[in-house]
C-alpha cells in the first residue's frame, strides 16, 4: 500500500473521527448501564448502595441527553457503536449477582464490579474532552466533561462506601464462617 504524507486538514479529520467514534462508543456503553444498573440495585443489600446506583441510573440519563446535544453541536447524529468492553464488564458483575453468596460479600463485590465500569468511563470520557479540546470544540469538551466529573465523584462514592463499613462487613461475616467452622 502506497504511503502519502498526511496534511494537516487530513491529520484534524482524523482526530475529528476518533472523536465521533469515541462518543458513539461512549452512547452505546450508557445505554448498556442503563440495562445493568436496575440489576444491580435489586441485588445490593446495603441501603445506601442500592439508593446509589438508582441515583447513578438518573444520572446516566442525563449523561445520554449530554451526548446527544454534544452530536447535535457537531453536526452529528447520535449513533451507537458497540463496545464489546461494556458489555464483558457488565457480564462480570452478572457473575457476581449470580454467584457471591452471602450479602455482605455481594455488596462489596458490586462495588468493585462497579468500580471496574466507572474507571472505563472515566478513561473514555477523559481521551474524548482531551480530543474536543484539542480541535478547539468547547462547548462539546464542557458538556463531556461535567459527564467525567460525575463519573468520579461516582467512583468517589462508591469509594467511600466502601471504606465507611461494607468491605468491614464483608469481613466480619468471613471471620464468623469461620469461627462456626472452628466450632
Ligand atoms: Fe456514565
Known sequence: MATTKKSKSQES???????????????????????ALPKMAKAASDAELKSGFEEHLEQTKGQIERLEKAFELLNEKPKKL???AIRGLIADGEW??????????????????????????IAGYGSAVEWAREMGH?????LLEETLEEEEATDEKLNELATSGVNERANDMDEEDEETKLM
Open 138 to 142: 468547547t462547548e462539546v469538551a464542557d
Open 13 to 35: 479529520m482524523t482526530l475529528h473521527d476518533l472523536l465521533i467514534t469515541k462518543m458513539q462508543s461512549l452512547y452505546d456503553v450508557e445505554h448498556e448501564i442503563t440495562k
Open 96 to 121: 457476581v449477582i449470580k454467584n457471591v453468596e452471602g450479602s455482605e460479600a455481594l455488596d462489596a463485590n458490586l462495588i468493585a464490579a462497579a468500580q471496574y465500569v466507572e474507571h472505563y468511563e
Open 82 to 84: 458497540k463496545s464489546e
